[in-house]
């Protein structure tokens, strides 16, 4: 058994033949070949089919098309508030930026002056209505006494000279005692009429009368007008607004054409733009925008075109629009830059194609590099709205083509596979 076991053994550990002996000696060498081989036939098929391309797919959906432009908010028009009288600012009573309601005081003036000649005014009035007064209580009564009493006098005189006469007339009475008697008639009749213009006069639509009403409301105007002055002293705002420019302090001489302060008034509020004048035919009057300010980007609100110049601005090849914004937030201020997006056109379930995938798109002879066979090829098509970042595709593709983006590289013929993201 012994025997057996020890040949068994010589056996087992006879020597490996020389090919396997030859393979682990240079197995690193083998391996380094058999990926070269490997590497070399991937490349192989790489060639022939083309290298890896990311494409576009022509999709259907809702496409906008806008024109983007940068300006800066204004109000319709601004109010430049001044003084209308010479004097000196005794308070500013508001601040610059700060939102003022109608009629609220925003400068006093010194008004000492003033005031004076108010109170001057009104003693004048006083004294033009005590002359009325006069008239109508003492001047007026007293003459239509005197005018009784002449009517009496005149009366008596009357009886006393057709008493004379007859007397005289029968022989009773001198001629000397008739011319008397008409005498004292003649005397009676003129204070007669002396009383009566005394009365005339001092009714209303006499002389009198109409001088004393005259001064009156002379009177009357030179307090309304010292009233008005005094009221000039305090400047007040014509409107709700927001106060933009202050340009006066406490001590300054305010004089009538000098602004003091500058109001945007409450209310509507415009965006001014510049807009490239390549753009003007898209634009039209009741078109919607979107606008946000520099400031507040996240935030957005809505505006209209509500003017387009006529006119170009040859130095800058743009034209003037404006957008009204009906319902400004609260943090749009005079002269902020805003960015706005006009809808000038949309399309509903359109064929749209990224704008990187479509070549000489403003040429007027737009092209794409499609598939076929496994090579780029030169399709022409025909574009429509372009948005932000896609392009209506109106004819040479259909739903579900390809096309190959610009920046890939890839040229005409040549060889690719595409891939979708």
Avoid at 79 to 108: A, M, N, W, Y
Avoid at 159 to 179: E, F, I, K, V
């Amino acid at each position: 058994m012994v025997d057996q076991a020890a040949a068994l053994t010589r056996q087992n550990s006879k020597p490996m033949p020389k090919v396997w002996t030859a393979l682990l000696a240079h197995r690193w060498f083998i391996l380094a070949v058999l990926l070269l081989l490997g590497l070399g036939g991937w490349q192989s098929v790489r060639v022939m089919l083309g290298p890896a391309i990311s494409v576009d797919q022509v999709r259907r959906g809702d496409l906008v098309e806008t024109v983007v432009a940068s300006g800066h908010v204004e109000t319709p028009f601004r109010v430049e508030i001044g003084s209308q009288i010479t004097g000196t600012v005794d308070e500013v009573l508001v601040l610059e930026g700060q939102r003022v309601t109608k009629s609220q005081p925003l400068i006093s003036l010194e008004a000492r002056e003033l005031k004076a000649a108010v109170v001057q005014a009104q003693g004048q009035v006083a004294q033009a209505e005590a002359r009325m007064r006069q008239l109508a209580e003492l001047t007026l009564p007293s003459a239509k006494e005197a005018l009784r009493q002449a009517q009496a006098t005149l009366l008596n005189a009357q009886q006393s000279y057709d008493r004379t006469s007859q007397l005289t007339g029968n022989g009773y009475a001198t001629r000397a005692a008739l011319d008397e008697a008409q005498k004292t008639l003649d005397i009676a009749l003129a204070q007669k009429r002396a009383a009566e213009f005394q009365v005339f006069t001092a009714s209303p639509g006499g002389s009198d009368h109409v001088m004393a009403e005259t001064q009156l409301n002379q009177a009357r105007a030179n307090l309304d007008t010292a009233q008005s002055r005094l009221g000039y002293a305090t400047i007040s705002a014509p409107r709700d607004g927001v106060l933009i420019t202050r340009n006066v302090e406490k001590g300054t001489v305010a004089q009538p054409g000098k602004a003091l302060l500058v109001l945007a008034p409450a209310g509507d509020v415009q965006l001014v733009l510049q807009i490239d004048e390549r753009n003007l035919g898209k634009l039209a009057l009741g078109q919607t925008a979107l606008a946000s300010a520099d400031a507040y980007p996240d935030k957005r609100f809505a505006a209209v075109v509500s003017y387009i110049n006529p006119g170009i601005d040859l130095s800058r090849a743009s034209v003037q629009v404006k957008l009204t914004v009906k319902d400004p937030p609260d943090y749009l201020r005079q002269d902020m830059t805003v960015s706005v997006d006009i809808e000038v056109a949309s399309r509903k379930d359109t064929l749209e194609l990224p704008v990187r995938s479509v070549h000489d798109l403003t040429s007027g002879q737009p092209w794409v590099l499609g598939i076929k066979d496994g090579r780029a090829v030169k399709l022409p098509v025909r574009a429509g709205i372009r948005g932000n970042s896609h392009v209506e595709i109106i004819d040479g593709l259909n739903a579900g083509d390809i096309a190959v983006p610009q920046s890939s590289g890839i040229v005409t013929g040549q060889r690719f596979r595409p891939v979708l993201p």
